[in-house]
């Protein structure tokens, strides 16, 4: 079914058109996150551009290079938003990781919400994602998240001092440490510890590609037309 | 120890201001900027190490909080000694610090880990957009690890540890109001 996902995965984040939609529920998360508002972070003057009034203008107010690093992050929070939605439908999980799924999974869908209302018509289209079933086992499923977090925290800090609007800094380093949180408390209910060294070292984005590749999550490029939720794999 | 590394590369420049001065670091980036921040990071930092060594020793810590504790106060003496290293000449003295009830129970311990992790969350991310980029990339592999910390300890205390989508900065003056708040008394 998938050929070169490596390939594709670069191709996601080359694609540039979007009709914008998300059907994910509307969450607790969702609410906070749009009252604090993803540039509403403390950030005047170089952001105040960014609070334009329609997407179209948002996004335009923003430097290429940032439109390309948010278009990155935006499908990394796509797979994690993805994989938590599924593993929450599935009912494998139970007790405390059962929880922590809905917590992070509702974080998640807000970032992908934050990020395409930010992007407007430059947000790439959700890729369409077969978790291979690890959804579908508590094990395999804190296993699964403990490394989309953790790849999800040195992919933000590899490109955080590339990043030249100061407001799409002050957002992305604020979703950066929350990525960590959910790394820690992933790592805690599997079992192993949360915080394994003083430094946390980024990673490249053609280090964070060659990983995500070797998972053979993402399946397909986006389809054009075509709106529909994230696809089951049982 | 790759952000100790990236530290150490900051030349010595003159320092203008204390902390207090600090309320207002928002110009360009800059090395002299750098410092500043880094000198208030340095507090946070001594703090960090003070506390967990003094919650060793009183709070009574046992199992999984103990475990937490031991490894927390282990990153942050690491933290510590890349600031210095990053400021030479210009490092801060160690604070005098009361931190009272804070490591006296292993509940009280909790609250208080909660609160000095999360501050120095907000205080360096507050901070991530008046440094220059080289300092960012070191600060930011200390962050994620002090966000670490925080989920670790409310996990431990069966919290929900990410309650935000999103963390929210805090000034830099926010932050020294903050140390003070916690027990540093300069």
Redesign the interface.
Known sequence: MTMDPFERFDEFLAEADSDGALRETRSR??A??SR?G?LG???SGAGALLFARTPAARAAALPAGDVDILNYALVLEYLQASFYTEAERSGALTG?TA??AR??G??ER??VK?FLELLGSKAVKRPTFNFQGVTEAQRPFLKTAVGFEDLA?AAY?GQ??KLQS?AV???A?????????????MR??FGI???V??????ASRSQINRIVSRTHFIVAKPKMKVRRKPKFTG | MGAAAALGGLAAVPVVGRLFRLGSANAAPSKAQDIQILQVVMQLEFAQVAFYERALREAGLKGDLREFAQTSLGHEREHLSAIRGALGAKTVARPKMEFGAKTKSPNAFIAAATELEDLAVAGYNGQATNLTKHTLAAAAEIVSVEARHAAWVRAIAGEVAAPDPVDKPITAQEFAQGLRQFGVKS
């Open positions: 998360a969702e906070r996150m604090v993803l972070l403390g950030i405390k929880q922590a917590v992070v509702a974080t807000a970032h934050a925290v800090k955080a001092t100061n800094l002050a957002a380093v604020g979703i950066h440490s929350v990525e960590a949180r959910h790394a820690a408390w805690e209910l510890t949360p915080a060294k003083a430094f946390d070292p980024a």
